[in-house]
């Protein structure tokens, strides 16, 4: 479904601060994946996210999906199979707009914008079904304008608005960081939600390692721009932080001088 | 009977510069930034519509052959910043730097009278039945501006106008919805500068002249109005930004006009022009000063 072949990206390269964000990294998900990525500051996470994505030109490497080279397309032509969303809630939203041209923005993801109204009656029912399921109460507030809600509730929105269109790909870039502990727990049961409802083959990016193992039916840690540990299925299931910690010291062949870094953000 | 005066006479004005100011909200405060092609596809509309005028063509046609032109501007300072990479502001520069010398070279002098033509006022006063003068230009003016909000507001609420504003507002974000920025900026630039075009060409029919120099200081008038709209009204949807931008080009007028007729020379009108941009952005400031909020 995504294919992911040697991906090598340098940032500053040739000057003192050179560095390596991506070493190589290979990784083939199937239809319905859903992958966490662990791994320290500076490890590629985000990076490797971008280079899905597009906003981050590999250096050497191939990205396939769905048997598309997509390795040379833009990020808004890739964007119409993929839906994303950063840590920043204010990324992924229009503040002067309401929230049903937001939503109706993200409806026609990868479509033409024809010269038709944008909020029709039939997508405001939707909407209000969709934003209903939410559990946080917009499905009356239709009308409101992005700014007026919080940084929880935009980042549902940022959800809804990733996943309404069906992507084939959803990137999850610590979508869950910027917000607070109890609005952390109910966007990810949404997430979980609007995952398992489209079948959505999923990356999430986390530091909540605990997340990370409950979550999804794959996981890979990064260090240093490589992929050293994968885990999936049954074995995946029975990690526990402990023995990813020990994972990550073995794999990365050094102890950290703080663990706190790899087990809390 | 001078307050009356001074009304009509501003309301001519406001209705005639609305366009402009529209077409600089979009650019402005839809896409943030100055854009200076209005420097130059202003006189460009009076330019066009003018040639075309004294060659004989109907009126009507000029006005529109103006605003395609101005289309055509904004969708080269567009095209320059999309495609070559270069700063939306000297994008804008270029463009209107260029469009001197192509304004030159439609009209073929500096200055082209019209007096001896017929002007789209003309020709709607006589379709209408009205007398020829301010009247039938207010009327004419009114009903274009009216139906020219009508369609922005229109256009604003389409899948492609919510694009176009998403473009300004939060680039990055309607990028990873698909949208290809570099068309929706092209569009943006487009209808902004027909808009001011536009201007232009009913400006040039009005005052019975097309003018190299027309142009200078406009984007600071259309500024203007638009800043002015917002310290009244603030800022929110799209009606209340139309309908800002129309009060203000309003007030605009008016002040301009009161400043006249209280003694000061037309020499002084760009001065006036940036005195009141510079009051209606520094005022608030004072204001909040005042209130100890600051």
């Given at each position: ?79 119409a ?38 909020v029709t ?48 790909l ?5 979508h ?12 990810m ?28 039916n ?6 240093q ?11 995946k ?12 010291h ?16 | 009977?001078?307050?009356l ?17 529209l077409?600089?909200?979009?650019t402005?405060?839809?896409?943030r930034?100055p ?5 130059g ?59 001197y ?45 009216v ?17 176009v ?5 939060n ?8 949208v290809?920025t ?37 984007l ?44 000061l ?9 940036a005195?009141?941009l ?6 608030p ?7 100890g909020?600051?």
């Amino acid at each position: 479904m995504l294919t992911i072949e040697h991906a090598t990206k340098r940032f500053l390269a040739g000057t003192a601060e050179e560095l390596l964000a991506l070493d190589g990294v290979s990784l083939d998900l199937a239809a319905g994946d859903f992958v966490t990525v662990i791994g320290s500051n500076g490890a590629g996470k985000s990076t490797l996210l971008k280079a899905i994505a597009g906003l981050v030109e590999l250096d050497e490497g191939k990205i396939v999906l769905e048997g598309r080279d997509v390795t040379s397309w833009p990020d808004h032509r890739r964007a119409a199979l993929i839906g994303r969303i950063a840590q920043d809630p204010h990324e992924g939203t229009c503040a002067a707009m309401t929230i049903a041209e937001n939503l109706a923005l993200a409806a026609r993801r990868g479509g033409a914008r024809r010269l038709t109204r944008a909020v029709t009656p039939d997508l405001a029912i939707r909407f209000r079904a969709s934003l209903a399921e939410l559990g946080l109460g917009l499905e009356h507030r239709l009308d409101t304008r992005v700014a007026f809600l919080s940084g929880g509730q935009r980042q549902a929105l940022t959800l809804l608005m990733a996943t309404l269109a069906r992507p084939r790909l959803l990137l999850l870039d610590e979508h869950l960081a910027n917000l607070d502990p109890r609005t952390a727990v109910q966007v990810m049961a949404n997430t979980e939600r609007l995952v398992a409802a489209g079948r959505l083959t999923t990356v999430m990016v986390t530091h909540d390692m605990a997340q990370a193992i409950r979550v999804g039916n794959r996981l890979i840690m990064l260090h240093q721009g490589r992929i050293v540990f994968t885990a999936s299925g049954p074995e995946k299931a029975a990690l526990t932080v402990a023995s990813l910690v020990d994972k990550f010291h073995a794999a990365s062949g050094e102890r950290l001088a703080d663990d706190r870094v790899l087990l809390t953000r | 009977m001078q307050l009356l005066s001074i009304l009509s006479n501003s309301v001519e004005q406001a209705s005639l510069y609305a366009f402009l100011a529209l077409g600089v909200l979009i650019t402005f405060r839809f896409f943030r930034f100055p854009d200076l092609t209005a420097e130059g596809s202003y006189p460009l509309g009076g330019a066009v519509a003018a040639t075309l005028l004294v060659n004989g063509i109907n009126p009507f046609a000029s006005t529109v052959a103006a605003m395609l032109a101005g289309a055509v501007a904004g969708m080269a300072t567009a095209l320059i910043h999309t495609r070559l990479r270069v700063n939306n502001i000297i994008s804008g520069i270029i463009v209107m730097t260029a469009l001197y010398s192509v304004n030159l070279t439609v009209m073929g002098r500096p200055n082209v009278s019209l007096l001896a033509s017929r002007s789209v006022f003309d020709d709607f006063a006589r379709t209408v039945g009205l007398a020829e003068g301010a009247g039938a230009t207010i009327l004419l003016a009114a009903v274009l501006v009216v139906a020219g909000s009508a369609v922005l507001f229109w256009f604003m609420r389409t899948e492609l106008g919510l694009a176009v504003r998403a473009t300004g507002e939060n680039e990055p974000m309607i990028r990873s919805l698909g949208v290809d920025t570099a068309w929706t900026k092209v569009v943006g630039l487009a209808i902004s500068n027909a808009a001011i075009a536009l201007s232009g060409a009913l400006v040039a029919q009005d005052n019975g002249f097309a003018d190299i120099g027309m142009g200078i200081g406009i984007l600071v008038t259309g500024a203007a109005a638009v800043m002015i709209g917002e310290s009244l009204f603030g800022d929110g949807s799209i009606v209340r930004w139309i309908a800002a931008v129309l009060v203000g080009v309003l007030v605009y007028e008016l002040l301009v006009v009161v400043a006249l007729r209280v003694g000061l020379d037309p020499t002084d009108l760009k001065l006036i022009t940036a005195a009141l941009l510079l009051a209606t952005l520094s005022l608030p400031r004072f204001r909040l000063r005042f209130l100890g909020r600051r």
